[in-house]
Each structure stands twice: as structure tokens, then as C-alpha cells.
């Protein structure tokens, strides 16, 4: 399997612009996640998706942050209006979820990342 | 309180040597833990799940003391290659409190 895929691997916008992340996850996988990483923050939970549906969007930061996930393939994140403080790796993960040996199989793999820098 | 910390290190050590972070949780009710492996610029990796009664793999050890919230990690026979970022992770139970700690950075020199 070719893991998780994300795109682009590198952003640099204008404030103000919209910016779209791309994510594929591993085939077979049920959960999607997104996630900010930064060094001030370390990693956050922006929001995760069960069989295409979302779940939890509690971490996403305001109404300028959206994702969707129409089919099991792929997810996008969008920022709209990007603002430089937005700056920083977004990971897309999947986790196959479900049971495995009797422990739940949360293990997460995540994807290359995607670095955004608005200026 | 921060709801998992983590010293940032870095920790320094040659070829060889032992070494050993702690990582402390919050939540009493946290019920299952994780050391995530990120090297420079990378993606974080699952490096081994905790459980209760401890569990090795090959140098790695990972230890869970429930009583006094925290977990470690114990490396030894350190490699170059250990050099990374180790981070801490812990879930109170479903996939929205799945916290990450901000990582301890390990170097090893030769």
C-alpha cells in the first residue's frame, strides 16, 4: 500500500486566499483524521471522520476552517480566508479502527504533511 | 496543568548509553498510551503501544505506572539512528481525546 497521501506537500499563499488540502487514505481504513502541528501547539485534533462522516469537529479552530470527506478515498481540509497564523503542518491520518487481539486497533498512520505558510 | 507533558530535551547522549523520558498525563480515566516516533520533518510513527503490565520491544521498553499518571520510555544500546523526536500520546477512550504530548527530542552522537 502506498500509505496515506496528502497534497500539496508545500503551500505558500497570500493572506486571504483559499487554501485546499488534499488527503488519501489507506484503503480499508474507516477513520480519517486531520491535525495541526506547530511548535507552539505541538500536535492538535482538528477533526476525524468515521466511514466518511464527521465526527468530532470540536478542535477545528473557527468557521474559516471546513473539511469534507465524500467518499472512503478522500478528504479535503480548506481554509478560507487563510491568515498567517494558520502557518503550519497539517497531517492527515486513518486508522483501520475495529478490534484487533482484543485491543480496539487505534494505531494511526499519517500521511507526509503538508507545510502552509501564509504571509 | 497540562493535560500530557513532556520535558523537550533534547537529551544528548553517545552510542551506547541508556536513556529514559517520562511522559505525565492528567486524566485518571486515560485508558489506553502510545510513544509516537517523528523525525526531522517527518511524520509522526507509531513506535509501541503501552500496556499495563509493561512491554519491550527489542531496545525499547515502555512502562505504565497508573498510580502516578505517567509513562516512559527506556532506549537502550542507543543508535544514531534513535535520533528523533518521541512523542507521548494518550487516549481517555475514542478517538476525540486522543492527546499528544509535544515530544522529547533525543540526539545521539557518535
Known amino acids: 500500500d502506498a500509505g496515506v497521501i496528502q497534497s500539496p506537500r508545500h503551500e505558500v499563499t497570500e493572506m486571504g486566499q483559499e487554501v485546499t488540502l488534499r488527503c488519501k487514505p489507506i484503503s480499508g481504513h474507516d477513520y480519517l483524521f486531520w491535525y495541526r502541528q506547530t511548535m507552539m501547539r505541538g500536535l492538535e485534533l482538528l477533526i476525524y471522520?468515521?466511514?466518511?462522516?464527521?465526527?468530532?469537529d470540536s478542535g477545528m479552530p473557527e468557521d474559516r476552517f471546513s473539511a469534507k470527506m465524500p467518499n472512503a478515498s478522500f478528504s479535503t481540509l480548506k481554509i478560507q480566508p487563510s491568515e498567517p497564523r494558520d502557518s503550519a503542518v497539517y497531517f492527515c491520518a486513518s486508522s483501520p479502527g475495529g478490534w484487533d487481539r482484543g485491543f480496539v486497533e487505534e494505531t494511526q498512520y499519517f500521511g507526509p504533511g503538508t507545510r502552509l505558510l501564509v504571509l | 496543568r497540562k493535560e500530557v507533558e513532556q520535558d523537550p530535551g533534547p537529551f544528548n547522549v553517545p552510542e551506547g548509553a541508556t536513556v529514559a523520558f517520562n511522559c505525565t498525563y492528567s486524566n485518571s480515566a486515560s485508558q489506553s498510551f502510545f510513544w509516537y516516533r517523528q523525525d526531522c520533518r517527518k511524520e509522526p510513527k507509531l513506535l509501541m503501544s503501552?500496556?499495563?503490565s509493561g512491554n519491550e520491544d527489542g531496545r525499547f521498553t515502555a512502562q505504565l505506572n497508573r498510580a502516578s499518571q505517567y509513562i516512559s520510555l527506556l532506549i537502550r544500546d542507543s543508535k544514531l539512528s534513535d535520533s528523533a523526536t518521541y512523542l507521548c500520546v494518550v487516549n481517555q477512550g475514542g478517538y476525540s481525546t486522543l492527546t499528544f504530548g509535544k515530544g522529547t527530542m533525543l540526539l545521539v552522537s557518535p
Open positions: 503501552v500496556y499495563s
Open positions: 471522520f468515521n466511514n466518511n462522516v464527521p465526527i468530532d
